[in-house]
T-cell receptor, first 115, second 111 residues
Framework: DTEVTQTPKHLVMGMTNKKSLKCEQH?????MYWYKQKAKKPPELMFV???????INESVPSRFSPECPNSSLLNLHLHALQPEDSALYLC??????????????FGPGTRLTVT | SQQGEEDPQALSIQEGENATMNCSYK?????LQWYRQNSGRGLVHLIL?????REKHSGRLRVTLDTSKKSSSLLITASRAADTASYFC???????????FGTGTRLKVLA
């Protein structure tokens, strides 16, 4: 199974809502990532988890809160978002992280719209 | 700022022609990867080239890496309509966990 799944595929939320994005992989990968991608732009790294520990937080606002409950799951909790947070949120995983050459496997993304 | 800059930003070719896209980056790297993204979907890994490699092939793909010029190129030979997508290079700055994606090339292959 070389698949990364993400739910939901689409999400519309108001600025006062709390919602969560979910990501799952069963490849035994030990690193998982969240990226944000605006239209016609490259993905921008938000968070990296390595061995279930947060290793990189790219100065992301606290209204985005990541969580890694176990080695297969990654969540992104959303609260009090702004319309400019509307984007495609991509989850990825890789066999390892850090020094080395690690291919990333991406999920299909969650299209988020904040109204 | 982003690690990689790609050119051209957009490329339109006829089916059967070759497509070449270039990536330049700023700092030393462990490896460089190329990804494809179909419209509004997840990225698919195409090929990884390590900093001590100069050229790599995978099917119709050929990637070169010139670390002295901090640049890479991706060549797609005998293009097909199904190759229509955005292509991104991604580099890992040495000693970090982070992959930074280039600005991307939007390729359109006309049938």
């Amino acid at each position: 199974d070389t698949e990364v799944t993400q739910t939901p595929k689409h999400l519309v939320m108001g600025m006062t809502n709390k919602k969560s994005l979910k990501c799952e992989q069963h490849m035994g990968h030990r690193a998982m990532y969240w990226y944000k991608q605006k239209a016609k732009k490259p993905p921008e790294l938000m968070f990296v988890y390595s061995y279930e520990k947060l290793s990189i937080n790219e100065s992301v606002p606290s209204r985005f809160s990541p969580e890694c409950p176990n080695s297969s799951l990654l969540n992104l909790h959303l609260h009090a978002l702004q319309p400019e947070d509307s984007a495609l949120y991509l989850c990825a995983s890789s066999q390892g992280a850090g020094t080395g050459s690690w291919e990333q496997y991406f999920g299909p993304g969650t299209r988020l719209t904040v109204t | 700022s982003q690690q990689g800059e790609e050119d051209p930003q957009a490329l339109s070719i006829q089916e059967g022609e070759n497509a070449t896209m270039n990536c330049s980056y700023k700092t030393s790297i462990n490896n460089l990867q190329w990804y494809r993204q179909n419209s509004g979907r997840g990225l698919v890994h195409l090929i990884l080239i390590r900093s001590n490699e100069r050229e790599k092939h995978s099917g119709r793909l050929r990637v070169t890496l010139d670390t002295s010029k901090k640049s890479s190129s991706l060549l797609i030979t005998a293009s097909r309509a199904a190759d229509t997508a955005s292509y991104f290079c991604a580099t890992d700055a040495s000693g970090t966990y982070k992959y930074i994606f280039g600005t991307g090339t939007r390729l359109k292959v006309l049938a």
